[in-house]
């Protein structure tokens, strides 16, 4: 019904840049917030930044001044601008939407995307 496809992972070196992208199709009503998580293996999924349909931002402290989220609600897509890459940076990037309204139906759900690699090596 809804699907979420993110873009703009690879390989950067330590200091470099990458934004990604995720978009949301369907039959979309509106999107409450819209955030962004990483997975490392091992560990549990984090949550990196958020941005709240008034897009309001919050970031985990360890990308505060390196990341910034934003969106475009007229093509529900969110962006994380990723700037002064560093090593702890490497993991699957999630895109996640929550409070998903969709025409013809009452309910509010939350949509993840498929991830999207982000590694920084030399």
């Known amino acids: 019904q809804v699907q979420l496809v993110e873009s703009g992972g690879g390989l950067v070196q330590p200091g470099g840049s990458l934004r990604l992208s995720c978009a949301a199709s369907?039959?979309?009503?509106?999107?409450?917030?819209m955030k962004w998580y990483r997975q490392v293996p091992g560990k549990e999924r984090e949550l990196v930044a958020a941005?709240?349909?008034?897009?309001?931002?919050d970031y985990t402290d360890s990308v505060k001044g390196r990341f910034t989220i934003s969106r475009d609600n007229g093509k529900n897509t969110v962006y994380l601008q990723m700037n002064s890459l560093k090593s702890v940076d490497t993991a699957v990037y999630y895109c996640?939407?929550?409070?998903?309204?969709?025409?013809?139906?009452?309910?509010?759900?939350?949509?993840w995307g498929q991830g999207t690699q982000v590694t920084v090596s030399s």
């Open positions: 941005i709240s349909s008034g897009s309001r931002t």
């Open positions: 369907g039959r979309i009503v509106s999107i409450n917030a």
């Open positions: 996640h939407a929550a409070g998903v309204r969709v025409l013809w139906s009452y309910d509010v759900r939350d949509y």
